[in-house]
Structure formats: structure tokens, C-alpha cells
């Protein structure tokens, strides 16, 4: 459609996949923040297949949100036959939770009413 900006052309692609993959880096950098893409795919309610390294918070958020994902302590063929696998019997995993502005502003309230 031309009356589409790039943006939404992409979110409809990203919409149509059968598994988004979200490739994190391994450097120093990237134990310490959380890749903006991966909450673009969290909106697209796909499932996602992330590569990740040093990053235990980011992992438990992977892990609360039902992403597949290959790491150190994994091996990555053991991952991607695992999606291959849910992928042919039609049972693969969809993200289970968004984050959305209403639930961060709520556990923002919650943590400052427990700190006042």
C-alpha cells in the first residue's frame, strides 16, 4: 500500500513472519541494556528467536515472555530445532506478555509507594 510509511510496512512484515530474530551482540556494551527492537517485537506478538550473551536481565525478560533463545549456557542447534520442531506441528511460542505504559507507570506507583 503507498499510503503506508516505512515503518508500518515494516510492523506488517514483522506481523506475517512465522519467528522474528533478534541477534544481540556479545561485547561489553551489550550486558548492560536491553535492545529496542526486541520491545518492536513484543508488539508484533510473533515469536522470537534471540541470540543473546551476557545479559541475565535481559534473559529473564526473554524467559517471562516466552522467546525462544540460545545464550552460553545453550547450544544454538538445540534452539532452532526446537522452533523447527514447534514450527511443524503449528505449536510455536507466542510472546506472552507486552509491556505496556500502563503496567510500567503502575509498577513505577507501586515501587514508590513502597519506598515512601
Known amino acids: 500500500n503507498h499510503l503506508e510509511s516505512g515503518r508500518q510496512r515494516i510492523m506488517r ?13 556479545n561485547d561489553k556494551n551489550c550486558e548492560e541494556y536491553i535492545p529496542s527492537k526486541f520491545y518492536e517485537y513484543l508488539y508484533a506478538k510473533r515469536p522470537i528467536l534471540a541470540f543473546t550473551s551476557e545479559n541475565p536481565q535481559f534473559r529473564r525478560l526473554l524467559e517471562k515472555t516466552n522467546c525462544y533463545q540460545v545464550n552460553d549456557n545453550n ?7 526446537s522452533v523447527i520442531n514447534d514450527w511443524e506441528t ?18 513505577i506507583t507501586q515501587r514508590v509507594n513502597y519506598l515512601s
Open 75 to 81: 547450544r544454538s542447534a538445540e534452539a532452532i530445532q
Open 90 to 107: 503449528d505449536n510455536l511460542r507466542i510472546t506472552t506478555e507486552t509491556i505496556s505504559t500502563e503496567k510500567l507507570v503502575s509498577k
Open 13 to 25: 512484515k514483522m506481523m506475517q513472519s512465522d519467528v522474528l530474530l533478534l541477534i544481540h551482540g
